[in-house]
């Protein structure tokens, strides 16, 4: 029996996906030649965190070294140009209906990329605070926090499921030993083959009855 959901945030909770690839496109503009390789980096790798992000496109796309200063200047960059976007970005569909009539059935967590304060301050702005048990971000990685949040409310391994909208979502819950909910979009075709699968919340409360009675 499922007692608790996991959330990723961004794309999940949030239509705000493609918020975080234009402002990583924003970020990069004066790397013409090599934006298509980081965007694709950035969609591929949606999950993680964003300072991940910046290394791996430093190092490995641009070839320079990154420092700990640009790399702090960097994710106050990001924060600017995404953080008010998100607040006011829509919910995706189902979203806030399925929190509002399950919130006594289901503990709620979140499990997201983003820098843990970032997340609480979004969703305390968005006034969804109350749905969730606990909320969780990064610099922790998401399989270490969903770990933590089954050895903390004594849940069972399959008492719990973790939705998300990337690749490193479904891979922080086979990590972790949960099972997976894909929410489908445009940037995560890779997830089209999961067992279980949304195109948005709107479809949740169907799939959480299937997985129940497997």
């Not at 029996?1 to 996906?17: L, P, Q, T």
């Not at 969780?136 to 499921?161: C, F, H, M, T």
Request: aromatic fraction near 10%.
């Amino acid at each position: 029996m499922i007692k608790a959901i996991i959330f990723d945030v961004d794309g999940v909770i949030i239509e705000s996906a493609e918020i975080k690839t234009e402002a990583f496109a924003m970020l990069f503009a004066d790397y013409p030649d090599k934006l298509p390789e980081i965007i694709a980096y950035h969609q591929k790798n949606s999950g993680f965190s964003r300072f991940i992000k910046f290394r791996y496109v430093y190092e490995k796309i641009l070839g320079q070294e990154l420092s700990a200063q640009r790399e702090a200047e960097l994710g106050e960059r990001f924060s600017q140009v995404v953080l008010g976007e998100v607040i006011n970005a829509p919910s995706t569909p189902g979203a806030i209906e399925f929190l509002s009539r399950n919130k006594d059935r289901y503990l709620f967590f979140t499990a997201s990329g983003t820098p843990e304060e970032e997340v609480r301050n979004i969703i305390a702005h968005r006034q969804i605070s109350h749905f969730f048990r606990e909320i969780y971000g990064s610099p922790r990685q998401k399989d270490e926090i969903i770990e933590d949040i089954l050895n903390r409310n004594s849940l069972q391994k399959k008492e719990a499921v973790y939705v998300g909208d990337a690749e490193s979502d479904r891979t922080a819950a086979e990590k972790a030993g949960i099972p997976f909910i894909a929410r489908l979009n445009s940037e995560s075709p890779e997830l089209q083959n999961c067992r279980w699968q949304v195109n948005d919340l709107t479809e949740l409360d169907t799939i959480l009855d299937n997985m129940s009675s497997y």
